[in-house]
């Protein structure tokens, strides 16, 4: 066959970069969320031109990167509501280790500990952060460096992580976290910077992802065509060939 490993490499990558968007589409209401960056059809693009076919652009590979960038800061008033300003990561603990999310829409159990919205707790710079129960979510108060206060009595400081020369080995885990190595060990930023009574927003820009998926659909319509027509050159050459 003569460019149909091509063409099916290329409808391979673009089905992937198209899932990509649609995902990121519909995580951008999500607070924290970082979207996911296909290279792929950019570079194709970019290689194609006018001419989305395969004979345009030769062998690409397709790269899966996570943009990091900070989402806007969106005010709510909520208490509980905490976001990291600059780089960093909030630490949640689970039965099977860590994981770091920039989501700060925070609770508190039936226990008084802090957790997040899927009751994962909240990691301390010394340990859970626990507030009495009799405590009104009006009284408490969380300092620009995460400290967490209640009528001046700290209930402890919360954690924020960064992973210098390492977020390329960052790994999503799901519903905006992301796991690392085990033998990869975050270091603790000791004067964060955070904002209680805000959240922060998805970086998804819905037009640059409407644009893209616009362009990934033209671009897997035309290698469509491409390879239709090369499987009815092929099978005319055939029905030729057998008389």
């Given at each position: ?32 969320y ?51 300003c ?32 899927a ?18 979510l ?41 796991t ?15 904002k ?31 390879l ?16």
């Amino acid at each position: 066959m003569r460019i149909s490993s091509s063409v099916s490499s290329s409808i391979g990558s673009l089905q992937r970069e198209y899932e990509t968007i649609a995902n990121n589409l519909a995580n951008v209401s999500s607070n924290g969320y970082k979207r996911v960056v296909n290279s792929f059809s950019k570079k194709l693009s970019e290689l194609q031109g006018d001419d989305p076919t395969p004979e345009a652009s030769g062998s690409i590979k397709s790269k899966t990167m996570i943009d990091y960038s900070q989402g806007d800061l969106v005010e709510t008033g909520r208490k509980l509501d905490v976001t990291i300003c600059g780089s960093g990561f909030f630490v949640l603990e689970t039965k099977n280790g860590p994981v770091y999310s920039r989501n700060g829409h925070f609770n508190l159990n039936s226990t008084g500990q802090l957790v997040d919205s899927a009751g994962r707790l909240v990691a301390g710079v010394s340990g859970p952060i626990v507030i009495p129960k009799d405590v009104p979510l009006s009284d408490i108060s969380i300092s620009n460096d995460g400290n967490v206060n209640v009528d001046g009595d700290n209930f402890g400081k919360i954690k924020v992580v960064d992973f210098p020369n390492n977020y390329q080995n960052l790994r999503p885990a799901g519903s905006g976290t992301f796991t690392i190595d085990k033998k990869i060990y975050p270091t603790t930023i000791q004067t964060p910077l955070v904002k209680q009574g805000f959240r922060e927003a998805s970086n998804v820009n819905i037009t640059e992802e409407l644009v893209a998926m616009l362009d990934v659909t033209r671009m897997y319509e035309a290698n469509m065509k491409v390879l239709t027509k090369q499987n009815e050159d092929d099978r005319l050459i055939l029905s030729v060939a057998m008389g």
